[in-house]
């Protein structure tokens, strides 16, 4: 199913916020333009076919990635591109073709649907700015589209406070559907909803994704689901990919002690009664990042190198990684 | 074994324009002293109206209608306010999900520290202070003596909450409610936190009610664990039991439901539809229309809580329930 052929490319994307303060305060206070690095030199490949899941705590610049994925944000460095075009065509012509190719579910399903509108107009909109479909076919798309997800061609006349959490979520990958998209971005798509409905909506994801052959960024802070969507995991850590491998090679050896940290510190569902391991520290304010590799101040390895020098990404055992240590070889045992 | 909480049949109704909401209904457990209960179920289950029944904490038009509560023996169910605010914070800590919201943003942490041991323990100002350093140094804040006149904005979450947990624990309260005390932390905190608690009741013999709807916290955490579905008790046991050989078929899902890193499934068990509300409560058994077992009786008459080994599960499946 898997093949070679990359269907998205990052290359070193960076978006940086403008946080300054006001001009007036800041020309009376002498304060300088600050900047906040949401995302600062990212650079992965996504295969036709498969799932990359990117993972990391709030604040690490998943969700920045993802907007910038489908053009939401503009890039501030870098490039990406899609299929062999670079995303910024996307504003002119012909971007609409390029957008046509790739969508969107967001993490909140009451946000994300208009409450004033019905289901149907909801999952038609597309389906209207994209296609030159007539009224009456379009109404059959929307029939297969809810049928689809699991819901009934009815539905397509309720407004969606109708609906809980999880059916909302269906609406949501409707619509994302709706032109045929090869390529969606998922941004924490079940972190709202309970486990049983978490349950219902990944099986959908999945067997969509096998029925239609779709291509997923899947973006979530949780590794069990991340561990039961992804074929490979990005980890990310304060604006940059610490490291990034295939799924089992990940859960089986994490290399980044960044990486190691998370996974200790997934609850052990065995019952055993044995606790995580717990790490120290927490995640550092991404206005005055740390110098060097911004993960040093939390990492038990870390040695004068790392407070200096910004690890660059390599390849190392076919696994990329942003690390001294690993690169190194430093005995890295606790 | 004593019991330091016993709830019996505790029910919860909303009156509204349209009917009365039963939101509990006959919700019985007990929490032994040192003991850490989980309650675990999906949202609009009643873990947290349990939890604010508990604490005298309900938001009015909300009210108990029926059922007990009793902390070490003493009814406290149908206490005047002005008795219940004696109780909290000196017999019962609660810590809720949201670390900012739960501190006020106007005093410092120390002040509020300070003043929760004052009122409840027989202590001088300068007292209440010093013990207040001890505290926060015992939960792992660095710097205590200079962090305890700072302001709760000045501090990360996961800082927060570890002042929330020195205000709940100031005055060694018998019994401490935790209402998703983990859910709004990253994973690397949650961890941090979840040791702390843990620690700090063990050293004071606290009982520990702990609500959450996440599995994990609670395999690692609990001793004990209550399911609960639609304002009912679904199933209690040892966390053990009802993680690996649940019996009621909604703990089945729900245990089936979550992904784990141990294993590969291409499919996760999926329990279909979701929690009724409050208006429509199926007859017999709640969760009836969901059940994959279900039977011609489970749609009439409502099964009771029967014991099954070591643990105790409100369904028809379960032959017990002929032979009681």
Redesign the interface.
């Known amino acids: 199913m898997t093949t070679q052929r990359a269907l998205v490319e990052v290359k070193d994307a960076a978006r940086w916020f403008d946080v300054s303060a006001p001009w007036l305060e800041r020309v009376l206070s002498r304060k300088p333009r600050t900047l906040l690095r949401a995302v600062d030199g990212v650079s992965f490949t996504i295969r036709k076919g498969e799932t990359l899941a990117l993972v990391g705590e709030s604040g690490c610049g998943k969700s920045t990635i993802a907007r910038l994925l489908v053009g939401l944000y503009p890039l501030t460095q870098g490039s990406i591109l899609f299929d062999g075009q670079p995303l910024s065509n996307m504003q002119g012509r012909g971007g609409l073709a390029l957008r046509k190719r790739l969508q969107m579910i967001f993490q909140d399903p009451y946000a994300s649907l208009n409450p004033r509108w019905r289901v149907g107009r909801i999952i038609a909109e597309p389906i209207l700015a994209h296609t030159t479909l007539t009224p009456e076919e379009r109404e059959a798309r929307v029939d297969a589209l809810l049928i689809q997800v699991g819901l009934h061609p009815s539905d397509k006349t309720r407004f969606p406070h109708q609906f809980s959490g999880g059916q909302r979520q269906r609406i949501s990958i409707a619509r994302a559907l709706a032109v045929n998209p090869e390529f969606l971005v998922c941004d924490e798509p079940t972190s709202a909803l309970d486990v049983s409905v978490q349950a219902q909506v990944l099986n959908i994801m999945k067997d969509l994704q096998r029925n239609l052959g779709l291509t997923y960024l899947f973006i979530s802070h949780n590794l069990a689901v991340v561990h039961h969507v992804a074929d490979r995991v990005g980890v990310m850590y304060l604006g940059r990919i610490v490291e990034i491998a295939d799924r089992d090679t990940l859960f089986a050896d994490p290399k980044h002690p960044y990486t190691r940290m998370l996974l200790s510190a997934i609850p052990d569902m065995t019952g055993q009664g044995s606790s995580r391991t717990p790490v120290a520290g927490e995640v550092p304010n991404p206005l005055n990042p740390p110098s060097g590799c911004t993960f040093h101040p939390r990492c038990p390895f870390a040695r004068d190198l790392c407070k200096l020098e910004s690890p660059s990404t390599q390849v190392f055992k076919g696994v990329e990684i942003a690390c001294h240590g690993v690169v190194q070889g430093w005995p890295m045992q606790v | 074994m004593s019991n330091i909480l016993e709830i019996k049949e505790l029910s919860v109704e909303f009156p509204t324009r349209r009917g009365t909401l039963k939101a509990l209904n006959e919700v019985s457990f007990s929490i032994a002293a040192g003991e850490v209960v989980g309650v675990v179920g999906?949202?609009g289950a009643g873990k947290s109206l349990t939890g604010a029944a508990i604490i005298g904490l309900l938001e009015p038009p909300g009210r108990i209608s029926g059922g007990q509560i009793w902390l070490e023996g003493r009814r406290i169910d149908q206490l005047p306010d002005e008795e219940m605010r004696r109780i909290r914070g000196r017999e019962i800590g609660a810590i809720f999900q949201d670390p900012l919201t739960s501190l006020n943003p106007l005093y410092t942490v120390g002040h509020q520290i300070a003043e929760t041991i004052v009122t409840h323990l027989p202590l001088t100002w300068t007292q209440a202070r010093n013990r207040a350093i001890e505290l926060l140094e015992a939960t792992g804040i660095p710097a205590a003596r200079e962090r305890i006149d700072h302001y709760p904005h000045q501090f990360?979450?996961?800082?927060r909450q570890r002042v929330v947990i020195a205000l709940a624990l100031a005055a060694q309260p018998k019994l401490v409610v935790a209402d998703e005390p983990t859910t709004a932390l990253?994973?690397?905190?949650?961890?941090?936190i979840?040791?702390l608690l843990?620690k700090m009741c063990r050293e004071q013999g606290a009982a520990v009610m702990l609500i959450t709807?996440?599995?994990?916290?609670i395999?690692?955490t609990a001793d004990r664990v209550v399911v609960m579905y639609a304002g009912r008790v679904a199933e209690i046991g040892k966390?053990?039991d009802v993680?690996?050989s649940p019996r009621h078929p909604y703990s089945v899902?729900?245990m089936?439901?979550?992904?784990?890193?141990?294993q590969?499934?291409?499919?996760?068990?999926?329990?279909?539809g979701?929690?009724p509300r409050l208006t429509a409560i199926p007859t017999g058994c709640a969760f009836n229309p969901r059940c994959p077992n279900v039977m011609d009786r489970c749609r009439v008459e409502r099964p009771e809580l029967q014991q099954l080994g070591t643990s105790q599960a409100a369904c028809w499946l379960h032959p017990a329930q002929e032979v009681a």
């Open positions: 999906e949202s990360s979450g996961g800082m990253d994973v690397s905190i949650q961890a941090q979840i040791e843990k709807h996440d599995m994990g916290v395999a690692e966390v053990r993680i690996h899902g729900l089936g439901s979550i992904p784990s890193i141990h590969q499934v291409e499919r996760l068990v999926q329990i279909d979701s929690m």
